[in-house]
């Protein structure tokens, strides 16, 4: 790996959503969380969860299985990812958190 590939490479940590693998930049990435109690939000959009109480922070929890039109299913290795997305702190659900791993830019696909 040279020098120059270094500065043009991105870690993304990689989690699944019903058998698919997905990655999000690690800088972007706060904690990951097992599942904890969702305090729910009525008349909210689908995808909105509810909230967590994460160390006297309140945080919004979305599911990205319903926001992408994923079959719903539980995993018993579901966590909770919290990442800054427009200085909000979020938390998305996923199956599972899988690594980290360093990725060029030109083989990443950020169409979605």
């Known amino acids: 790996m040279s020098e120059n590939s270094i500065l043009t490479d991105h870690q993304y940590i990689v989690f699944e959503l ?5 990655g999000i930049d690690i800088l972007k990435v706060q904690t990951i969380e097992v599942m904890l109690p969702i305090t729910k939000i009525p008349s909210s959009f689908e995808y909105f969860e509810g909230i967590i109480n994460l160390r006297g922070e309140v945080i919004p ?3 990205l299985k319903k926001k992408l039109d994923l079959k719903e299913s539980e995993s018993k290795q579901a966590k909770i990812i919290t990442m800054y997305i427009r200085d909000a702190k979020i938390g998305i659900i996923v199956d599972e958190a899988k690594d980290v791993v360093r990725i060029a830019n030109e083989d990443v696909d950020t169409s979605m």
């Open 61 to 63: 929890i979305i599911s």
């Open 18 to 22: 019903e058998k698919q693998i997905f």
